[in-house]
């Protein structure tokens, strides 16, 4: 007996919406996406064991570079304008609206607070190109404390992580440490990453 063959019909599918979900994803990610900006302070944090994460927002962050350069950056663009207006009325610095803008575009900052004003008076282009010579973090001119401690003041509920290259003299960062505990700050983070 022979066999009846039933005749094939193709199927269509519509693809458009499919197409549309996709461009809108799409758009969504491109316009969503948040990109991590350029560090100012190069840092090779060493491993650990530790899974604690270092909380998104309201942090200090304090970086030692391997020759010993201390970074200081505050996230919040509301935070650093407060913060550098208490700087300047502090230090009597006379910073224009202009200059104190420019500072809460900075990610990072590297300099004693003599050489603020040459620095924001940069292009951005010449500041990446400058290498900064870090914050006085010493015990005759510690104006770290300074930083933190106005930071604070700005936003209270900031709380302060050190990032410390793994190849940093201990020393630098025992300063740090020190200068944390004068003003009574003994709870921080210390930035690592996580060994395989």
């Not at 990610?29 to 840092?43: N, R, W």
């Not at 909380?55 to 962050?61: A, N, Q, R, V, Y």
């Not at 590297?110 to 870090?134: D, F, I, K, Y």
Request: net charge neutral.
């Amino acid at each position: 007996m022979s066999k009846i063959k039933v005749p094939r019909q193709s199927i269509t599918l519509d693809m458009t919406a499919m197409c549309d979900m996709a461009f809108l994803l799409l758009t969504f990610f491109m316009l969503a996406t948040k990109f991590k900006p350029e560090e100012s302070a190069i840092v090779d944090i060493p491993s650990s064991v530790s899974e604690i994460k270092v909380p998104e927002s309201d942090i200090i962050t304090i970086s030692v570079q391997k020759n010993g350069a201390v970074f200081f950056g505050v996230d919040g663009q509301n935070t650093r304008l407060a913060l550098i207006r208490k700087m300047n009325e502090k230090y009597d610095l006379a910073l224009t609206d202009q200059e104190k803008t420019l500072f809460t575009l900075m990610d990072a900052y590297g300099a004693p607070v003599s050489g603020l004003r040459s620095l924001l008076n940069m292009s951005h282009e010449q500041r990446q190109q400058t290498t900064m010579p870090g914050i006085p973090a010493d015990s005759v001119t510690n104006e770290l404390k300074d930083w933190i401690h106005l930071a604070r003041l700005s936003n209270p509920k900031c709380r302060i992580a050190i990032k410390g290259d793994k190849e940093t003299d201990i020393s630098v960062i025992q300063q740090v440490i020190e200068t944390l505990q004068k003003q009574n700050i003994n709870k921080f983070n210390l930035i690592t990453t996580l060994e395989m």
